[in-house]
T-cell receptor, first 116, second 111 residues
Framework: GAVVSQHPSWVICKSGTSVKIECRSLDFQATTMFWYRQFPKQSLMLMATSNEGSKATYEQGVEKDKFLINHASLTLSTLTVTSAHPEDSSFYIC????????????FGPGTRLTVT | EDQVTQSPEALRLQEGESSSLNCSYTVSGLRGLFWYRQDPGKGPEFLFTLYSAGEEKEKERLKATLTKKESFLHITAPKPEDSATYLCAVQAGTGGFKTIFGAGTRLFVKA
């Protein structure tokens, strides 16, 4: 149980284009989903928290107009990287939590984004 | 300020050589402490949740313990397949109940 999927697992795009990453909780309903970014050999950096039906809460320093997050249902959240640049290349990981307030997060397998 | 510190940064063991990973934390009102395993190029895999001091949980060769200031992940007779990065995270009881991740301990187990 508690499986989270991400699609695509890797993507290469050209500078200036937009890329959408999907995160789905397959066997549970996630009231809260999180988006992280991870650089090589570094820990997770929280980008934003989204609750179903509400606007996402972005961490300080994360551009909300560049990283658009939508959490339209209890099983799906999307992250759209708009006007991507090479510095946006990274490993993006989503996670989902059943309870809005507490509990463990279940992570997706991650998406490797390369912007050329 | 809420903080999570993991030590050591990296640990090299021989197969069968038991050891412990440490997670020290300072947080206002602990709501939960979590351990995850992360393999290269993959998302973290949930291992344990601990809620109160004195609590212990086990899974195969892993055992997690919790005190008021730190948690240990004990690895008994590790195998090469236990090689991974182990992440500790704590959820605070204040400030929006944020979950704070440590930097992780990279474990290498040699056959």
């Amino acid at each position: 149980g508690a499986v989270v999927s991400q699609h695509p697992s890797w993507v290469i795009c050209k500078s200036g284009t937009s890329v959408k990453i999907e995160c789905r909780s397959l066997d549970f309903q996630a009231t809260t989903m999180f988006w992280y970014r991870q650089f090589p050999k570094q820990s997770l950096m929280l980008m934003a928290t989204s609750n179903e039906g509400s606007k996402a809460t972005y961490e300080q320093g994360v551009e909300k107009d560049k990283f658009l997050i939508n959490h339209a249902s209890l099983t799906l959240s999307t992250l759209t990287v708009t006007s991507a640049h090479p510095e946006d290349s990274s490993f993006y990981i989503c996670s989902a939590r059943v309870d809005r307030g507490h509990g463990e997060q279940y992570f997706g397998p991650g998406t490797r984004l390369t912007v050329t | 300020e809420d903080q999570v510190t993991q030590s050591p940064e990296a640990l090299r063991l021989q197969e069968g050589e038991s050891s412990s990973l440490n997670c020290s934390y300072t947080v206002s009102g602990l709501r939960g402490l979590f351990w995850y395993r992360q393999d290269p190029g993959k998302g973290p895999e949930f291992l344990f949740t601990l809620y109160s001091a004195g609590e212990e949980k086990e899974k195969e060769r892993l055992k997690a313990t919790l005190t008021k200031k730190e948690s240990f992940l004990h690895i008994t007779a590790p195998k090469p397949e236990d090689s991974a990065t182990y992440l500790c995270a704590v959820q605070a009881g204040t400030g929006g109940f944020k979950t704070i991740f440590g930097a992780g301990t990279r474990l290498f187990v040699k056959a």
